[in-house]
């Protein structure tokens, strides 16, 4: 069994109307009638606050959760999908690393803005990365063969998006399950509407799963 942790974020900036609120909050209604493999299970949809300490506060709560779930000492793995917007993408943008790197353009919503100040002090630099374990140039060759516009990136930015993805990767790399997280950048839906891109969400745990199946045999 293969155990999801979906992630979104609420009002920030500009943006009063995040699309991944609306992808979290529908998705489970969606995976009800477009049902995933019975190897995969999603264990929780939570939309985080775009500020640093209470994103920060939802992630533990969420590998606190999870650690609880009764499937979590059988599962042969567990993913955290962390979904953020992209507001000048016209695709979906998977996120292969994140840096130890605070530095955001525009307060956060508790009004924090740092500059250039490192995530985990203990891993040194702002340079410093973490990548996400998860074969991420294999998944958009599938997902790009089901025909969404999807592709590989290096930069998920500097704001709450790398922010929770550094974070979500190191508590994946301290943790004694097999624990991978990625973050996928979406855009807003007059660019890729919402049926699409609940449809791409649905089959990306799907080849998430089957790629990570795939290896342990």
């Known amino acids: 069994m293969i155990l999801f942790v979906l992630t979104g974020f609420g009002k920030f900036g500009g943006i009063e109307d995040n699309p991944t609120t609306h992808l979290i909050t529908n998705l489970p209604e969606y995976l009800q009638s477009h049902p995933l493999s019975e190897q995969v299970q999603v264990v929780s949809y939570n939309v ?14 969420d590998w606190t959760n999870l650690s609880n779930n009764p499937h979590f000492n059988n599962a042969e793995h567990v993913v955290f999908l962390h979904f953020g917007v992209a507001g000048n993408s016209h695709n979906i943008r998977l996120e ?31 340079e410093h990365s973490l990548r996400s374990t998860l ?19 290096y930069d998920a930015s500097t704001f709450l998006c790398n922010y929770i993805f550094y974070l979500s990767l190191q508590k994946c790399q301290d943790s004694s399950r097999n624990a991978h997280s990625l973050f996928l950048h979406v855009p807003h839906f007059t660019k890729i509407d919402m049926e699409k891109q609940l449809a791409f969400s649905r089959d990306l745990l799907e080849n998430i799963s089957l790629t990570l199946t795939s290896e342990d045999q």
Do not use: M, W
């Open 135 to 153: 074969r991420v140039k294999s998944l958009c060759t599938s997902l790009l063969s089901q025909g969404h516009d999807v592709e590989k990136s």
């Open 48 to 61: 985080y606050e775009v500020a640093a300490d209470p994103a920060t506060e939802s992630l533990n709560l």
């Open 96 to 126: 292969c690393q994140g840096f130890n790197n605070a530095t955001f353009r525009i307060p956060d919503e508790r009004g924090y803005q740092p500059d250039a100040v490192p995530i985990i002090p203990e891993n040194g630099t702002i």
